[in-house]
């Protein structure tokens, strides 16, 4: 064998050596690598400061427990929400799974952008949501979303007013007028509000305290209906006693409760939890138990904050596995993170964490039967409740209450602008 033949030889035996190592360690790595799933969370900030931390570090104990599938972990923020997720979708980007508002889910999933999680729902069981609430998640024979924060709307009142003034906390419409009345005075008022969605929130919830709301039975626009209009006349009542706080028309959320917290006002509407931001006026804080209507009506508002799962995703499998492992786990995010929302589901409400702490109690034995979402009368979810949650028409029409105007056109407005926005 001459020297090139021989060298020919050992240089093709070495290539074929390199060839059958590659695909050995081809074969050994590309199963592993293909095992590999990443899903990207974005998750609404739902508490104070320490939220964010709170949730990436239960995203770290998943990827933990586990490693074939790691979470990518982004706290959204609140402002320009909305804009964030449209934009997402519209570019190919979105989430493999967020949380957020109450209407959300509904609107992306009529667009064909979110998974129905009817399977999540039937592994968990319905036992563990109150019925209400998987209701506002059904839509088109589905559940778009998993119910997990609840926003439950409830009146403070101010324990160290009332017993100044020998005053029982009210247990009616008619007596909380009387008591604002009875409080209104040297600078103090018997109510603060916002101009704000907060503050936007007293339209719905008085409306629906008293029967009425923003739809009919046949979900047509029914802010003008008898019941509704008698719900909101109360408000306009008080801000004629001369009961409610001048400046709640240019008010935020913040600025109408730091006035309650600093015993400028007797009553306040918030959320179930905001006492816990009151520092050291909480001891001084109260809850009003839902109040009667003038009809007997004990109702009130509340939002059914959920999960969802978006059709972009590559790994609905994985996405759906922890969506409910996020559910079952989510303790941490209450005592850790601080959520200002009450828990959906009813094996974390029963912890002592929430049954320990009287008024906590007090809202989940006495609100959750009478609370009704947006769609009260009509019931379920539909996808324009987003669109007339995020538009400004409410907020306009309880300004307008607040600013002492007469109620009948401002109300006749705003019932004009919903049932366009209901023809669209």
Known sequence: MDLIAFYARVTRWRALTFAVAAGVISMTVVPV???QVTLNFWDMNWGDKAYPAAGQALVERYNKEHPDVQVVYRSVPWSNWYETYVTAIASGSAPDISTGGGFQAVQFYDQGSILPVDDVVKEIGNSEFEASTLDA????DHYVGLPWALNVKVVLYRKDILE???IKPPTTFDELRQAAKATTGNGKFGLVAA???SGAH???HIAIANGGGLFNKDGTAGLTSERSKEGLQILADMVKDGSVNPASAGYTNNDALGAFFRGEATFVLAGATAASQAGEAKSKIGILPPLKGPHGDIQGLYFVNNIMAYKQTQYPKETMAFMKWWSDNAMS?????HVNNLPARQSIAS?????????IKFVLDNYMTGAKTLSQIKGGTFPLLNTIDGDGFLWSLVQSIWQGQPL??????????????LGK
């Open 137 to 140: 998640m059904k839509y088109d």
């Open 408 to 421: 009948e056109a401002p109300l006749d407005s705003a019932q004009s602008h919903l049932e366009e926005v």
């Open 164 to 166: 100044a003034a020998g």
């Open 351 to 359: 912890n002592p964490y929430f049954t320990n702490d009287p008024d």
């Open 202 to 204: 007293w339209i719905t």
């Open 333 to 337: 995010l209450w005592t850790e993170g």
């Open 195 to 197: 101009g704000d969605a």
């Open 33 to 35: 690598a293909a095992q």
